[in-house]
T-cell receptor, first 115, second 112 residues
Framework: DVKVTQSSRYLVKRTGEKVFLECVQDMDHENMFWYRQDPGLGLRLIYFSYDVKMKEKGDIPEGYSVSREKKERFSLILESASTNQTSMYLC??????????????FGEGSRLTVL | GENVEQHPSTLSVQEGDSAVIKCTYSDSASNYFPWYKQELGKRPQLIIDIRSNVGEKKDQRIAVTLNKTAKHFSLHITETQPEDSAVYFCALHLGGNTPLVFGKGTRLSVIA
């Protein structure tokens, strides 16, 4: 079974704090993604990466950055957390399949509350 | 970028009835159309998908239909059961090295 593990299920942070959300996958997937899930807004893509040290902006990258130093690990960073970043964050990975796309495997999610 | 419109946003059905969720898109380059199910408190998981060279695909009580001319695809769930209650997301792929584009989701409630 593919496992996508997010380091923290629940976090509470203060406005202005730096926040790290870690994601690790164990199936040697090339592609990794960070989504934000809010009620009524669905799954919005923040950043994605198709290779080590590579990153691409998604639909809502403002206020976020990412790091992919190793193939299995993709980190989401909130440089200075704000209350409007209170949300559920989902990490996902998929295998590279050339012009096609493979199944996305999601982590359990990290619920972040910024006070 | 490409947008996927998903309707309805909420859907309630009696147990045993059918449920249909529809997604529309505009980019004719879309070539892959998966559906993900997210049960309460759990991660989204792929339940069925269809590629652009196929019009319909079935897997037991669920089916997906694709109308490339009209640019819409639909999820059909027959004989609904309480465990079908979840949020369902449609998505599409534009090909190449691009990420999936997701609809906003449909919350399905199956009433026993």
């Amino acid at each position: 079974d593919v496992k996508v593990t997010q380091s923290s299920r629940y976090l509470v942070k203060r406005t202005g704090e730096k926040v790290f959300l870690e994601c690790v996958q164990d199936m040697d997937h090339e592609n990794m993604f960070w989504y934000r899930q809010d009620p009524g807004l669905g799954l919005r893509l923040i950043y994605f990466s198709y290779d080590v040290k590579m990153k691409e902006k998604g639909d809502i990258p403002e206020g976020y950055s990412v790091s992919r130093e190793k193939k299995e690990r993709f980190s989401l960073i909130l440089e200075s957390a704000s209350t409007n970043q209170t949300s559920m964050y989902l990490c996902a990975s998929s295998r590279y399949q050339g012009p096609d796309t493979g199944e996305l495997f999601f982590g359990e999610g990290s619920r972040l509350t910024v006070l | 970028g490409e947008n996927v419109e998903q309707h309805p946003s909420t859907l309630s059905v009696q147990e045993g009835d059918s449920a249909v969720i529809k997604c529309t898109y505009s980019d004719s380059a879309s070539n892959y159309f998966p559906w993900y199910k997210q049960e309460l408190g759990k991660r989204p998981q792929l339940i069925i998908d269809i590629r652009s060279n196929v019009g319909e695909k079935k897997d037991q009580r669920i089916a997906v239909t694709l109308n490339k001319t009209a640019k819409h695809f639909s999820l059909h769930i027959t004989e609904t059961q309480p465990e079908d209650s979840a949020v369902y997301f449609c998505a599409l792929h534009l090909g190449g090295n691009t990420p999936l584009v997701f609809g906003k989701g449909t919350r399905l409630s199956v009433i026993a």
